[in-house]
């Protein structure tokens, strides 16, 4: 990882990190970031299990008592270090046990001195791209295994696709069973560098590739140097430890109202969690949809009453003038104002056995917006070639994009700069099941395209005819069409 | 209106438990706004007063827009039911007590039924019955992921059926921090803002919080006796003892709080929250080691809460 690439709350947990990680003294010191949440993604075979429960081994989040539950499930089922079977401990559900496979996404913790971890551990097979996407949205950071053996395999690329298209800019690769490979540094390096590629393309620069072995625990919190003296790098919890985190401050203030609080005369304060940038009294803020403007007069919390709250706070937000504000409506920075329309391009995950249908009419929640949405599919990834074809429906874990038409006003931000405010759900409205998970790309103009950008703004690039179908089928093509100009020879304006 | 401040001279929480805090306020907003009759299930124990302390945050300056039901099962510890009697006074909460009546009726008790059949009737079908009666859509839990195996699959919102029951294999995805709250009628969620709290995590946040406990939580000389390889609080006139069977005194003091015939103490010195918090940060045993329920059988906890318990 390069130190370049570390943002400040990195930065800020950075001094005490250098040092390999020291567990478990009574006397911590405070933590000093939020917990770090991340996902691992890989399959029974590449020992993701095995790897987890190292991980829940090695920093002491497994009891005793805990672990003589799995002495008595296991049957005797012990690897040769004595250690027990982690997949018991992990796969909790007795359907699970039973079919020896993880079926659903599930939340481990553990800690170190210095930060505490959420690992959203989900299922590898492709029928269970939705549990990674579930996983995924709130990750931090994902650590994808490979075997060392095996190399990287098409559900690497699957997985690595996923996890950057739910909003993960770090990676770690952790090349698993390397002691089965006999420490060859020669085959990580070459592992290394093919996933660093795949990466590239998908436009993930933070990449930290380890290798491990989780059943004999190298490199993962302890060292793994007396067999692998040619690796000098970070282990993995180490690394986890250096991790930065996403913080939505690349927009303006957001507070999407939960609630509105009125427990007597005089007092009126608008509840909610702070979804992007800061406040602080005196702000001048705008209500959406209605666009009346306010200012700022008090942050009220339990404790005090604050000069500032900033992405992440819970707060009641108090203005100094009587205006309309409902449960849904979003309040922001006057000056850097989300976006508001009718109409939305967004990528999809597919949820539900249903799949997404074209033309029906589902609920969308965004915050604690709730509105009616017609959902249209107009293309869906190849996870196995990384194309974006044609398409008008979206089967179960499908992804696709998808246009959004709306019957009122919708406020967002692309998923690109606001993890929190660009990501919504659809449920359907007759079952009520959540049937997916989406992230704006953008606003639609009425005529199908995205707002215009000043020709002054453009810029051109060339390439080979027989090139031009294959670049516009990528991701970035794709989610970027409506910026996009295509002109062939004959001067087509097209898309 | 005046907005009191409670926080003067105590120092803020450290990012970690304040990121915990904030993600537990916005469930109990988002319930709140989003269905017509919560409440909020209180057990007196340390997670429940984690989980009052932050409602209270949540709604702040407001008072709590539901009430609170308590599961009284008639074989608490006597310092909790006095504990929880001081609390409601002092917050002014509206609070619920409920007993099964037919347990009741029927002498039902841990001794004569056994601990699984006892639970089942006082604590499961009593919980199931307060719910009904009120007929609450929405109920607050203090469960936590990392209590227990089935736990750790556990939604924020755990959508339940008509008859309360819980499907693992067909649960909501929850993606992002944005919670589907619409049901059909007679469906309910349970909702859990303590999900992604550790034990440690709640400890550290009761002391930074200053939040008040039952001293049950605390070592003293308690007279136990030792059965089944539990330490049992031998106070109440209502505890057999059997023939071979001692009472001593002892230091202990107990993680986890329920019917004390089915609850074991630990031995410790900790008198005092820092020793607590300290005596946890090089413990090797989970805090539900002390729990007769959880050992019925490997999945019990599963299959209690496929049949409504929380």
């Known amino acids: 990882m390069s130190s370049q690439s570390l943002s400040q709350t990195a930065a800020e947990i950075d001094s005490a990190a250098t040092e390999p990680a020291a567990l478990h003294h009574p006397e911590t010191v405070a933590r000093q970031a939020r917990p770090l949440r991340f996902i691992t993604c890989g399959s029974v075979d590449d020992g993701k299990s095995t790897l987890i429960g190292r991980l829940l081994w090695d920093t002491k989040a497994v009891k005793e008592d805990q672990a003589a539950t799995l002495r008595r499930d296991s049957t005797g089922k012990q690897n040769e270090l004595g250690l027990p079977d982690f997949a018991l401990l992990l796969d909790g559900l007795q359907a699970e046990r039973e079919q020896g496979i993880t079926i659903d996404v599930a939340y481990r913790y553990f800690s170190t001195d210095r930060r505490s971890f959420i690992v959203a551990d989900t299922p590898g097979h492709v029928q269970y791209t939705r549990n990674m996407a579930t996983g995924a949205s709130t990750a931090d ?85 007396e067999v692998m003296p040619w690796y000098g790098g970070p282990t993995l919890v180490e690394t986890l430890e250096k991790a930065t985190q996403r913080t939505g401050q690349t927009t303006g203030f957001r507070l999407p109202v939960q609630r509105v609080s009125r427990p007597g005369e005089g007092f009126r304060g608008y509840q909610g969690t702070v979804a992007g940038g800061s406040i602080k009294p005196g702000d001048s803020v705008v209500v959406l949809p209605s666009g009346v403007e306010a200012n700022v007069k008090a942050i009220v919390t339990y404790d005090l009453v604050r000069n500032a709250a900033v992405a992440g706070d819970a707060i009641t937000l108090v203005l100094d003038r009587p205006v309309d504000v409902a449960r849904g409506d979003m309040i922001a920075a006057i000056d850097q104002r989300p976006q508001t329309g009718r109409a939305f391009n967004a990528r999809l995950v597919a949820l539900s056995p249903d799949g997404i249908v074209p033309g029906k009419r589902y609920w969308l929640k965004a915050g604690a917006r709730r509105q009616r949405v017609m959902v249209r599919p107009t293309s869906a990834l190849d996870l196995t070639s990384g194309n974006w074809d044609d398409a008008s429906f979206l089967p179960v874990n499908g992804i696709g994009v998808v246009e959004l038409d709306f019957e009122d006003t919708a406020i967002f931000d692309t998923y690109e700069t606001n993890r929190e405010t660009g990501a919504f759900i659809l ?69 | 209106m005046n907005v009191i401040e409670h926080g003067r001279g105590k120092p803020p929480l450290d990012p970690h438990l304040k990121a915990l805090e904030n993600e537990a306020i916005h469930i109990f907003r988002e319930v709140a706004a989003e269905f017509e009759r919560p409440v909020m299930l209180y057990s007196i124990g340390k997670d429940s007063s984690v989980l009052l302390h932050l409602a209270l945050k949540a709604f702040h300056p407001g008072k709590l827009p539901f009430p609170l039901v308590h599961i009284d099962t008639g074989w608490k510890f006597p310092e909790m039911i006095a504990f929880r009697d001081q609390v409601v006074a002092r917050h002014g909460l509206d609070l619920i007590a409920h007993t099964n009546p037919e347990g009741l009726r029927d002498n039902v008790t841990p001794f004569s039924h056994g601990s699984a059949r006892y639970t089942d009737i006082m604590k499961t079908q009593a919980l199931k019955q307060a719910l009904d009666i009120g007929r609450y859509d929405a109920a607050f839990g203090g469960a936590r992921r990392d209590e227990e195996a089935s736990r750790a699959k556990e939604r924020i919102y755990s959508f339940r059926t008509p008859d309360h029951a819980w499907d693992p294999r067909n649960q909501r995805p929850e993606l992002w921090s944005i919670h589907n709250g619409m049901i059909h009628p007679g469906e309910s969620v349970r909702a859990f803002p303590l999900s992604n709290w550790t034990e440690v995590d709640i400890w550290r946040y009761i002391q930074a919080e200053r939040i008040e406990l039952v001293p049950l939580y605390f070592a003293e000389r308690r007279k136990v006796v030792e059965r089944d390889g539990m330490l049992i609080l031998a106070e109440d006139k209502r505890l057999e003892l059997l023939p071979d069977e001692q009472v001593r005194e002892e230091m202990v003091r107990f993680r986890t709080l329920g019917c004390f015939p089915l609850t074991g103490a630990v031995r410790s010195q900790a008198t005092t929250l820092d020793e607590v918090i300290e005596e946890l940060e090089i413990a090797t045993v989970s805090e539900r080691q002390g729990r007769a329920i959880d050992r019925d059988q490997s999945g019990s906890m599963e299959k209690k809460k496929r049949e409504g318990y929380f």
């Open chain 1, 141 to 225: 950071l994902a650590v994808l295994l490979v075997d060392a053996r095996a190399g990287i395999l098409e559900q690497t690329r699957r997985h690595a696709t996923i996890a950057s298209l739910m909003g993960i800019r770090q990676f770690v690769l952790a090349v698993n069973k390397i002691d089965l490979a006999d420490y060859d540094e020669a085959r990580f390096r070459t592992i290394s560098r093919d996933f660093r590629e795949i990466a590239l393309s998908l436009g993930v620069r933070q990449v930290t590739a380890i290798p491990v072995s989780a059943l004999k625990g190298e490199n993962i919190v302890m060292r793994g140097g």
């Open chain 1, 427 to 495: 449920i359907d409205p007759e079952s009520l099941n959540t049937v997916a998970g989406g992230m704006i790309d953008g606003k639609r103009s009425k005529s199908g395209r995205f707002d215009a950008l000043p020709d002054a703004d453009r810029a051109t690039i060339t390439l080979p005819a027989r090139l031009l179908e294959t670049f516009l089928k990528t991701e970035f093509a794709r989610a970027h069409a409506g910026e996009i100009r295509v002109a062939g020879p004959e001067e087509v304006d097209g898309e």
